[in-house]
């Protein structure tokens, strides 16, 4: 460890060791890289690592014979505490972080072990970022830019460790978001582990689903089930390490449940209602882009043919307006070779964007 009354080495100064070369390791091996800073991973997995390493710049490659002043840690959470108990005795002079889903469960394995005179070295983090792909070909230098990344000390992380773990966070172009273990784990279980499960018994109901209802599936659908895609054997680990705080929301959906199901059977409108209006407040109060307010947005619905330079075509003529995009969904029309693409723009940009597409021979309407 840094020695008493020194300050920690700044990661961009440093040396970095990344543990595990899947989407999220190699994505932070490249933001660094990025950066200039020296970076080396390792997997148990050669082919990763082989990967990895062919997209990370020669010069920032550092060998295996040089101490990291941080370890970054981006197992699957089944291994997170086996590997991070190895990386703080492997590497007695290094901070470690992790950047799995959970921090409860983790913390409390490396406490049962003895981990303990160890522990001031450690500092849990966990970048809001990823993707329904996996694997190092799909990591991306640009993932964490802009994104939240939350860091989460425990009661005897040591202020240096936490500060190393902030310059990652910082060198990586993400933004630093303080919660404890506990905090995080319920506040992901919210925003991110139990929408997941919600996707996946909706998805679910579909596999056995006639073709001709899932001829009539449309945008909606795709938007609630996409997450669903993910990793099934990786969301498995994540949905079980944060289990105490699934099953407390868990709860509290299947009360709302019984109750709509009442409701239904009862014939109560206004019931079925005050359920949709909780829905809708509850999607108002996600923050907006940039972490501000929620803009009002409307759709504009553009018919648009299935060929080369078509959507390119239709985003410069909406730019040239002077119309900022806020969001784009795109639906394929399967008896013909046209699209359906669905443009958010600002509430009182709507009408008039549809009327100038319409000017300039697009099929527009909001």
Known sequence: MT????????????TVLVVGAGLIGTSVALALNRRGIAVRVEDVDPVNVAVAASRIEARSVVS??????????ATPPDHLADSISAALIAHPSAYVTDVGSVKVQPLAQLRSRGAGPDLPRYVGSHPMAGSERSGP?????????????A???????DPRAVATVESLVSACGAVVVHLTPEEHDLAVARISHLPHLMAALTAGLLRDAPPTHLALSGQG??????????NPVLWRQIVSAN???????????????????????DGDARRVEDVLLSGAAGAAAVPGKHGGPVVDLVAVTVAIPDRPGALAQLFS???????NIEDVRIDHDPARAFGLVEIDVAEGAGEGLAESLRAGGWAAHR
Do not use: K
């Open 3 to 14: 020695a008493a009354g020194t300050s920690p080495p700044a990661v961009p100064a440093g």
């Open 64 to 73: 295996p014979a040089d101490e990291p002043d941080l370890v970054v840690v």
């Open 137 to 149: 070909l799909a990591a991306a230098a640009d993932l964490f830019d802009g994104r939240t990344w």
């Open 151 to 157: 860091v989460t000390p425990h009661d005897s992380s």
């Open 221 to 230: 659908v795709r938007d609630v089930t996409r997450i669903a895609g993910g």
């Open 243 to 265: 289990a105490d705080a699934l099953q407390v929301l868990l709860g509290d959906v299947r009360r709302e449940l019984d109750d709509l199901l009442e409701a239904l059977g």
């Open 317 to 323: 003529e909406v730019g040239a307006l002077g119309v």
